[in-house]
């Protein structure tokens, strides 16, 4: 039987949950910038990001922060790109 986490990985998981969950709304208000299929693309990549954080959560939540470490750096990457390879403006 595998030992439950324990409680400093448990409040580390929760606080990436949470991370990943207030990065929403710069994943939402890209819009500003960048066209609605990008917008589209981004809520997908977010949301396939919250389910492995809810994944990461329950098996291994030592390891939940990096999701909204790579979630944000895919997004300033994503709208850095897009500013400079497909002409997005605000």
Do not use: D, Q
């Amino acid at each position: 039987m595998a030992a439950s986490p324990s409680l400093g990985a448990r409040i580390a998981g929760w606080l990436g949950l949470i991370t990943h969950l207030a990065l929403f709304f710069w994943y939402a208000a890209s819009g500003l910038l960048a066209p609605m299929w990008a917008i589209a693309v981004l809520m997908v990549v977010w949301s396939g990001l919250l389910v492995l954080a809810i994944w990461l959560l329950r098996t291994r939540p030592l390891l939940t922060p990096l999701v909204p470490v790579f979630a944000l750096a895919f997004w300033f990457l994503a709208l850095t790109a897009g500013e400079a390879w497909l002409g997005w403006t605000g």
